[in-house]
């Protein structure tokens, strides 16, 4: 069973400072993730993406890691703003010619003024 | 491109009664995905289509049905529509199964 936890439901972080959110999976050979956001009202947008052959994915303000080891992965958003304050999701692609994705729960960033 | 389509926005249905979620794309995607997602939950995979003609059961099918007779489109059947079917529902699509792009979702009380 490919699972993905978010163990954190909310975080909270002043404008300008980092965001960091977290995200732990199950055991597996080869798996690509995927962080999406979610505004009210609105389908999730893709943000950012990691090969699990890779450590590290940059795109702007936005960095994910994976610790293959720890079998966790994290989004770094620097510097925070108000306009980044959503629902984020993690999401795994499992193996096979379907690519399904498995998502967490996600985490409420609000990003204070 | 207008992407990933969802119609209605808002449906409320009384227990037993039956309708179309309807979603459509315009890029030309071969994958297509159906998920819902409950208050505080992540999205659960419904059904999802390889191809036009090829349809599959994901985590949570009961209660479901699809079809899939063009590239576009997309129809989510609820056949005996009950409470428990609350939610609201996303549709997405993708090229190559990588990145998926999803519609505005449609938010389906049943009473």
């Known amino acids: 069973d490919q699972q993905v936890k978010q163990n954190s439901p909310s975080l909270s972080v002043q404008e300008g400072r980092i965001s960091i959110l977290n995200c732990d999976y199950t055991?597996?050979?080869?798996?690509?993730f995927l962080w999406y956001k979610k505004y009210p009202a609105e389908g999730p947008t893709f943000l950012i993406s990691i090969s699990s052959i890779k450590d590290k994915n940059e795109d702007g303000r936005f960095t994910v890691f994976l610790n293959k080891s720890a079998k966790h992965l994290s989004l770094h958003i620097v510097p925070s703003q108000p306009g980044d304050s959503a629902v984020y999701f993690c999401?795994?692609?499992?193996?096979?010619?379907?690519?399904?994705?498995?998502f967490g729960k996600g985490t409420l960033l609000t990003v204070n003024p | 491109n207008a992407g990933v389509t969802q119609t209605p926005k808002f449906r409320i249905l009384k227990i037993g009664q039956s309708m179309t979620l309807q979603c459509a794309q315009d890029?030309?995607?071969?994958?297509m995905y159906w998920y819902r997602q409950d208050p505080g939950m992540g999205l659960k995979l419904i059904y999802y289509s390889v191809g036009a003609g090829i349809t599959d059961k994901g985590e949570v099918p009961n209660g479901y049905n699809v079809s899939r007779s063009t590239t576009e489109d997309f129809p989510l059947r609820l056949e005996l529509a009950a409470p428990s079917q609350t939610s609201v529902y996303f549709c997405?699509?993708?090229?190559?199964?990588?990145?998926?792009?999803f519609g505005p979702g449609t938010r389906l009380t049943v009473t």
């Open positions: 055991n597996s050979m080869f798996d690509y």
């Open positions: 890029m030309n995607h071969n994958y």
């Open positions: 999401a795994r692609r499992g193996g096979g010619s379907n690519y399904k994705l498995t």
């Open positions: 997405a699509s993708s090229f190559l199964g990588d990145v998926q792009y």
